[in-house]
């Protein structure tokens, strides 16, 4: 599964004269034009002695990054090197371009601040690995995909259109459950559909409907669907102990049944995310 979104300017004064700084005699520069002149110069070598001794002290040029630092990541870029650190070790499921939009359609779910406490509380229970909490909560309907700008609205247009033939339906997800992304690079703590999943299921073939026009990547065929509520690098979230996801089902058991309208609730809509953009896809408004 694939979870984690663009013109440069310059200006230079180097060319700029101004006409009122110099003043002619029948041809011949006045004396304090040459005065200028000897400040412009000293002025000029002192700013280079200057660029110089940053230079060498690595001040205010950045350093290049070393050819075997660079060698280290084979294909990869540096961006995504870069990337990399900025975001916990994650990289991207694709290369990075200008005008390219990372989209997936999914189930929003609004999460308060007691749930974020119990996710905590989870993670607090598995000793196997390095943890993290999702930033936001959803259950995806479909890959993450890449399109144009120019294929958004006609996109859009054709999942709200195919989508208004759902009714909204009610769903529960209280089974504990670990998956891994396409590329095992993350694994990923979540909370299983088990109540309305065939419904879901209904939404998301009209979904890959949509896609197949554009060519894009049809969801799983037989897809497990959840909400991922945690993550880590590589698998490691795939090789918890039995013991740990024992204690992991009977902390969502109590939770359930504590809070039982939290897990259990009406899909009334889906949502489209597309880079920073969110398109809201009513059900049952035919």
């Not at 002619?24 to 520069?29: H, L």
């Not at 936001?136 to 859009?156: A, D, M, N, Q, Y």
Request: glycine share 4%.
């Amino acid at each position: 599964m694939s979870l984690v979104t663009y013109s440069d300017s310059e200006e230079s004064c180097d060319d700029v004269t101004k006409d009122d700084d110099v003043t002619k005699d029948n041809g011949v520069t006045k004396e304090n034009d040459v005065t200028k002149r000897k400040l412009l110069v000293g002025s000029e070598d002192d700013g280079e002695a200057k660029r110089k001794k940053n230079s060498q002290n690595g001040g205010e040029r950045l350093p290049s990054v070393p050819l075997g630092i660079q060698q280290m990541y084979g294909d990869r870029s540096i961006d995504d090197v870069i990337d990399s650190c900025d975001h916990s070790g994650r990289v991207r499921s694709f290369a990075h371009e200008r005008g390219n939009w990372a989209t997936y359609v999914h189930v929003p779910f609004e999460a308060d601040e007691e749930f974020r406490e119990f996710v905590d509380e989870l993670l607090e229970m598995i000793p196997e690995c390095e943890t993290h909490a999702m930033e936001e909560f959803h259950i995806s309907l479909s890959h993450t995909f890449v399109i144009r700008h120019h294929w958004i609205k006609p996109l859009v247009n054709s999942l709200r259109k195919k989508l208004a033939s759902h009714d909204s339906t009610y769903i529960t997800m209280d089974a504990v459950n670990c998956y891994t992304n396409d590329e095992k690079t993350r694994s990923f703590l979540s909370l299983a559909v088990t109540v309305g999943h065939d419904m879901l299921c209904k939404m998301v073939h009209t979904v890959d409907s949509a896609l197949v026009e554009y060519n894009l990547r049809e969801y799983y065929k037989e897809p497990s669907l959840h909400m991922s509520i945690a993550w880590s690098l590589g698998e490691s979230l795939n090789k918890l102990t039995p013991e740990t996801k024992k204690n992991l089902q009977e902390k969502l058991d109590e939770f359930m049944v504590d809070n039982p309208e939290v897990l259990t609730f009406n899909v009334t809509e889906l949502k489209c995310k597309t880079g920073n953009k969110y398109f809201n896809f009513p059900l049952g408004a035919k």
